[in-house]
């Protein structure tokens, strides 16, 4: 990616596809009962907690008591009278507690958090932290549940303060964006923000357990940003660094999440360097073999029997479309033949695909010209 400083919305543009591409292959061969395989955008806010609860935790109530007397609330369980956000859900994460019914604080108990947090809006804040605070209550013994209902308190609290950080560096993605690259000192600054804030807030091991993954995650993505906008190495120097790098990591899930990341991202780059050297459907299957499988590899096979047939009819689309203009006939009779051809090529989903894939095979010839 040599050229991202002469053609910076080009650079963006490719790394979006990718991400893109990555996403809808991991949807597409995961194992069904796997968890979600880690899919980051290389331009995530590295404070994203704010990010995937999608609220904004200034007007958290700042009176809120964690140590108010239970029977003040109307809950019992805390799921009585659910938000309609959260109606015909399960509870996303877990308590935990060690034989002698002391806390183990694990990144479970933040997602617990952030389920009941999510409806933030929908309902009043200390409506949110009765529910929590009568969840923890009604699963949990003492002394784990007030050292839960503790640990919620602090988590709210920081919340609260992510705002301050994020402000103060603007919105980086964005920038990135209009820039073409990243600012990596800002990000390095403000991931420095956010581990003090969170060391202001919480205990070592909480820190580890709640954001311990999250962290992993985040150096690894603005280091292979890094190695991106490096432009002193080669194509082939920049693979050699992310593979030194995701060697170099622990042993543990997000690593291995991050090599099937890795995987795949060889994966895409390899199928579109064969196909423009006309390679064949076999020598297709025999690469995607080797990378991800066999079962894996038959089922891509057959997403390239199904884009190679909507190009053909796409094709065919667009020559009838071009033929009907060059008649200069009614505009209103001519939309009228368009719609019959559409429903007569493509099926309801494919029909909403047209708009969309017509700019983008505008854009790739604009590109090549």
Request: hydrophobic residues 35%; glycine residues 2%; without cysteine.
């Amino acid at each position: 990616m040599s050229n991202n400083r002469r053609s910076p919305f080009l650079f963006i543009a490719i790394i979006a596809v990718i991400i893109l591409m990555t996403v809808a292959i991991i949807l597409w061969f995961k194992p069904k009962n796997s968890r979600t395989v880690f899919s980051q955008s290389p331009f995530t806010t590295i404070s994203n907690e704010i990010a995937n609860l999608s609220i904004d935790m200034t007007n958290f109530n700042d009176k809120v008591d964690p140590s108010s007397n239970q029977n003040s609330t109307p809950f019992t369980t805390g799921l009585e009278n659910l938000p309609r956000s959260l109606q015909g859900t399960t509870v996303d994460g877990e308590i935990i507690i060690d034989e002698q019914k002391q806390l183990v604080v694990t990144e479970g108990l933040r997602r617990l958090f952030d389920y009941f947090l999510s409806a933030f809006g929908e309902e009043e804040d200390t409506v949110i932290y009765d529910r929590v605070k009568s969840y923890i209550r009604n699963h949990t013994p003492e002394p784990a549940a007030s050292q839960a209902i503790t640990i919620f308190d602090q988590y709210v609290a920081y919340l609260k303060a992510l705002p301050e950080i994020e402000k103060r560096y603007g919105n980086l993605q964005l920038q990135a964006t209009e820039n073409g690259e990243l600012d990596l000192n800002a990000v390095a600054q403000q991931k420095q923000d956010v581990a003090k804030l969170r060391q202001q807030h919480f205990a070592k091991q909480t820190i580890t357990a709640f954001f311990g993954a999250q962290e992993e995650y985040d150096n690894y993505s603005v280091e292979m940003i890094r190695i991106n906008q490096n432009d002193q190495l080669s194509d082939a120097q920049k693979e050699v660094a992310r593979q030194d790098y995701i060697s170099r990591m622990p042993n543990n899930l997000a690593k291995a999440n991050i090599e099937q990341q890795a995987n795949l991202n060889a994966l895409i780059s390899r199928t579109e360097q064969m196909k423009a050297k006309g390679a064949t459907a076999e020598e297709l299957y025999k690469m995607r073999r080797e990378l991800v499988g066999a079962p894996a590899a038959a089922r891509l096979a057959q997403v390239d029997q199904e884009d190679a047939s909507f190009d053909q009819r796409f094709n065919q689309y667009q020559a009838q479309k071009q033929r009907l203009l060059s008649q200069n006939v009614d505009s209103a009779q001519a939309q009228t033949e368009l719609n019959q051809i559409e429903q007569q090529l493509f099926d309801e989903s494919e029909r909403k695909r047209l708009a969309g894939y017509a700019a983008l095979q505008q854009q790739k010839a604009a590109n090549t010209n």
